[in-house]
């Protein structure tokens, strides 16, 4: 299945670097602060992370990670880092936009990039890391409402700001898109596009909520879940281990989870993926090469920064024509003809 293969963006990076000699990879160090969620937590800074290890592999770079335990911990984190010991400093998700903007500000020659943030206006010094999710979550709303048995779906958030509600406003876009062309009635429920409200844990690291907004969606009907609150998503996997994929399945967020989640895999229907491993690798290629400018670098399914995940296990179940309509509906969105949104 071409659409679930991301480009090899890392290839490429591999490729120009190699221009570079072992000196400068030598002296190179990458360094990443994470969230409250911890550099394992099957989510975006353990895909953050997977982007410098990587290119400590390929490239023979230095990286280093502190983990945050709080949020109190985000501003000592980061200043401890600065001083010439890390060439870039990668900061992980929204919630470390105020400390990154402050420790940037106050030291404007140190390379910053935020991952799932961006500033407006720009910073000179800082490289926002966004991406067009709504692109792979159009992909994944259109797969489920082909998919569902019982007509309806259900999607709940961690917090209701725009990184999450992103994933949440393609995936509802993506099943009208299956009632408009099939003349379908897929309801999802957890999410309204004009009032802005839905259903939101207010966190992103209890598993228990994830569980217990699963069972209340699954008890109105929804036998697809779309998760869009970190780890979170961890405790509905569970709930639907237990259940049976014959009864709930899951689309996880972020990263594979197929391979991060590896006792629950069989849950996953697929994942809508940022690529945030192949992101941070371009960015420390650019820094490398001298090319580091504050900013804003966008993923999307046309440059591999987003997608979906294969079906894996789920494969089988899914039909051809459902396959092919993937196909030509993510053609048609890189090419401009169909809008995923406003």
């Known amino acids: 299945m071409g659409i679930m293969r991301q480009k090899p963006l890392l290839a490429l990076a591999v490729g120009l670097l190699a221009l570079f ?75 470390l936009g105020d400390a990154t903007e402050k420790a940037a500000r106050a030291n404007p020659d140190q390379p910053f990039s935020i991952v799932d943030f961006a500033y407006d206006p720009e910073i000179p010094n800082v490289l926002g890391q966004v991406y067009a999710t709504d692109e792979a979550a159009f992909l994944a709303g259109y797969l489920a409402a082909g998919m569902t048995e019982t007509k309806i ?16 406003d393609g995936f509802v876009r993506g099943a009208n898109h299956w009632n408009a062309e099939k003349g379908d009635t897929v309801t999802v429920l957890g999410w309204d596009l004009e009032s802005r409200e839905g259903l939101f844990t207010n966190n992103f690291d209890n598993l228990d909520d994830g569980r217990a907004f699963a069972q209340n969606l699954y008890d109105e009907g929804a ?65 490398m090469k001298g090319e580091f400018a504050g900013g804003l670098l966008v993923g999307t399914l046309e440059n591999g920064g987003v997608g979906i995940a294969p079906f ?18 993510q053609a048609g969105i890189i090419d401009g003809r169909i809008s995923v949104s406003d």
């Open 21 to 95: 000699g072992a000196t400068t990879s030598e002296a190179f160090t990458a360094c990443q602060v994470t969230d409250t969620g911890g550099i394992d937590d099957n989510s975006f800074n353990q895909t953050a992370w997977k982007g410098v290890l990587d290119a400590q592999e390929a490239f023979g770079i230095e990286g280093r990670f502190l983990e945050s335990q709080a949020e109190t911990d985000y501003d000592a984190n980061i200043n401890s880092l600065i001083g010439g010991a890390c060439d870039v400093i990668f900061t992980i998700g929204f919630l």
């Open 312 to 329: 894996h296990d789920m494969d089988s179940i899914v039909p051809d024509d459902l396959k092919a309509e993937l196909q030509a509906l």
């Open 153 to 168: 779906l259900g999607t709940f958030g961690g917090i209701n700001i725009p990184p999450v509600t992103i994933f949440m």
């Open 223 to 287: 036998d697809i879940v779309l998760p869009v609150a970190g780890p979170v998503g961890l405790g509905s996997a569970t709930l639907a281990d237990e259940l049976g994929t014959e009864k709930l399945k899951i689309i996880g967020v972020d990263a594979d989870l197929f391979f991060t989640d590896s006792e629950r895999q069989h849950v996953y229907l697929t994942s809508i993926m940022k690529r945030m491993d192949s992101t941070v690798a371009q960015v420390i290629e650019k820094t």
